[in-house]
């Protein structure tokens, strides 16, 4: 199950743009980087089978 407040960060993100806005959160751009990552982290290992394959093209 992912964390609500993993959402939150990544709504942040989404809404502002990029992560050094995001830090509206009172969280540095280091933890929300972090908190992404652990967010692509858990969908990746919900997605069984699943590989990035990097950038598309």
Known sequence: MIDSR???TLRAVADHGTV???????LT???IRRVLTGLRT???HARPGWQ??????
Not at 20 to 26: Q, S
Not at 52 to 57: I, N, Q, R, T
């Open 6 to 8: 993993r959402l939150r």
């Open 29 to 31: 751009p280091s933890l």
């Open 20 to 26: 050094t806005a995001a830090a509206a959160l009172y």
């Open 42 to 44: 858990s969908a990746d």
């Open 52 to 57: 990035d394959k990097g950038p598309a093209g």
